[in-house]
Nanobody
C-alpha cells in the first residue's frame, strides 16, 4: 500500500497562494489516480480535484481556474497549487491514491491544515 504524506499547509490571507505537496512512497503514475480532498469544519470531506494515471486533470467548479495539480518528474510527489485563496477554501486537505488495479490498495494521507483568513 502506497504511503502518502502531505505538507505545505498554513495560514494565509485572502488572495494569497499556497502549494501543497503529497509525497508518495512509490511512483504513482501507473496504478493510481491521485486525488485531493478537503474537509471544512463541520462539513463532509469533499473532492477537490484529481490527476488520472493518464495525466488528465479535473477540478471541482469552485476551484477551477485557481487550483492546479501537477507532479514531479518521477511521479512521487503530487502538488496542489492554490492561487487566489478564499476563506471558503479553509479546511484540512488530504491527498488520496485511488487504486485502479485490483492488486493495489487505495490510501489516504494524514492531511494538512489550510486556513485562509484576514
Amino acid at each position: 500500500q502506497v504511503q502518502l504524506v502531505e505538507s505545505g499547509g498554513g495560514l494565509v490571507e485572502p488572495g494569497e497562494s499556497l502549494t501543497l505537496s503529497c509525497t508518495a512512497s512509490e511512483s504513482i503514475s501507473a496504478v493510481y489516480n491521485m486525488q485531493w480532498y478537503r474537509q471544512a469544519p463541520g462539513k463532509q470531506r469533499e473532492w477537490v480535484g484529481e490527476r488520472s494515471n493518464g495525466g488528465y486533470k479535473s477540478y471541482i467548479d469552485s476551484v477551477n481556474g485557481r487550483f492546479s495539480i501537477s507532479t514531479n518528474k518521477d511521479k512521487t510527489i503530487v502538488y496542489l497549487q492554490m492561487n487566489n485563496l478564499k476563506p471558503e477554501d479553509t479546511g484540512v486537505y488530504y491527498c488520496r491514491a485511488e487504486a485502479i488495479v485490483s492488486w493495489a490498495q487505495s490510501s489516504w494521507g494524514q492531511g494538512t491544515q489550510v486556513t485562509v483568513s484576514s
